[in-house]
């Protein structure tokens, strides 16, 4: 069935970053994925988590960085990144902030990401 969304949901986080779910458990209740458009002020990072889903990321502006086995992979405008579940991530963003679109498969769940306590 053809299903156009009308509008995003806008998931409150704390640490103004800016969530606004198009497809997933929040805007649908669809499980199988999400999509997400997101805005990430300067100097914004998130805890450490190590989800149960697969994570594709599309950067639209500015620069985000994955903290990953030790290592920081910083992916600029007009990149992407991919992440695979059971990995041990972290996400910030640059001094300019950052405007990205994230694909979540399946659908994301703070109860599936598994964030660590700071």
């Given amino acids: 069935m053809v299903r156009k969304i009308e509008s995003a949901t806008r998931i409150p986080v704390p640490g103004g970053k800016i969530i606004d779910e198009y497809v997933g458990r929040v ?35 500015g620069t985000l960085h994955v903290e990953h086995d030790g290592e920081v992979i910083e992916v600029g405008a007009g990149q992407a990144v991919v992440t695979e579940p059971g990995e041990r991530i972290r996400y910030g963003v640059g001094p300019e902030g950052a405007e990205y679109v994230a694909i979540c498969l399946p659908a994301f769940s703070p109860d599936t990401a598994h964030r660590e306590d700071e």
Avoid: I, K
Avoid at 42 to 61: D, I, N, S, Y
């Fill in 27 to 61: 805007n649908t209740g669809d499980e199988r994925l999400s999509v997400a458009h997101m805005v990430a002020p300067p100097g914004w990072t998130e805890p450490p988590q190590t989800p149960e889903f697969a994570e594709f990321t599309l950067v639209l502006r």
